[in-house]
T-cell receptor, first 112, second 117 residues
Framework: GESVGLHLPTLSVQEGDNSIINCAYS??????FIWYKQESGKGPQFIID?????DKRQGQRVTVLLNKTVKHLSLQIAATQPGDSAVYFC???????????FGDGTTLTVKP | NAGVMQNPRHLVRRRGQEARLRCSPM?????VYWYRQLPEEGLKFMVY????????ESGMPKERFSAEFPKEGPSILRIQQVVRGDSAAYFC???????????????FGSGTRLTVV
């Protein structure tokens, strides 16, 4: 069935280190993949997205990698800062579908 | 541009009462989405609406839940005869028509936290 899942529920890193958050998806027909950041008491905030015809996309301090062969998505955060502490969700969208299917989230904690 | 506005931020209802959650999309956004989030879980899609039209309600429970997005005014998610299992955070997102299906440009509100006692 359709599902998006995350490999690790929690991740703790030292400030300045790089972080890698992983996500597995099961629907090979999904066209878009999105990473969101959710801070406590707030709604999800768009970080970066990637289309299924791409393998890699870079933003400011973040990189998303897509491996369609193994249906795996990852978010890399460079030089992690305390402000990056949050829950990170991956989500997938089918073509032309408004709804997103979210994973359960990885809690990132950055130690100073 | 105030972003997606949801109110109330917190709502407490007794079992059997009705809950009405409101969502005003960003200016220029014509599409609204409602999601529910249980504690320490991801967001679950409920319904997707355009003005005066429900596009996809595949995630809505068949009973007690309804949603609307009238021509004028905010989108409303209504839960009738609430039960304790309805306690959750309800998030609304909006997007412009050009980015439907991509996630890009989706903006979430801060949510309404419903507690049923």
């Amino acid at each position: 069935g359709e599902s998006v899942g995350l490999h690790l529920p929690t991740l703790s890193v030292q400030e300045g280190d790089n972080s890698i958050i992983n996500c597995a998806y099961s629907n090979s027909a999904s066209d878009y993949f999105i990473w969101y950041k959710q801070e406590s008491g707030k709604g999800p905030q768009f970080i970066i997205d990637i289309r299924s015809n791409m393998d890699k996309r870079q933003g400011q301090r973040v990189t998303v990698l897509l491996n369609k062969t193994v249906k795996h998505l990852s978010l890399q955060i460079a030089a992690t800062q305390p402000g990056d502490s949050a829950v990170y969700f991956c989500a997938e969208n089918m073509p032309n579908a408004g709804k997103s299917t979210f994973g359960d989230g990885t809690t990132l904690t950055v130690k100073p | 541009n105030a972003g997606v506005m949801q109110n109330p931020r917190h709502l407490v209802r007794r079992r059997g009462q009705e809950a009405r959650l409101r969502c005003s999309p960003m200016k220029g956004h014509s599409h609204v989405y409602w999601y529910r989030q249980l504690p320490e879980e991801g967001l679950k899609f409920m319904v997707y609406l355009q003005k005066e039209n429900i596009i996809d309600e595949s995630g809505m429970p068949k009973e007690r839940f309804s949603a609307e997005f009238p021509k004028e005014g905010p989108s409303i998610l209504r839960i009738q005869q609430v039960v304790r299992g309805d306690s959750a955070a309800y998030f609304c997102a909006s997007s412009p028509v050009e980015t439907v299906g991509t996630g890009y440009g989706y903006t979430f509100g801060s949510g309404t936290r419903l507690t049923v006692v």
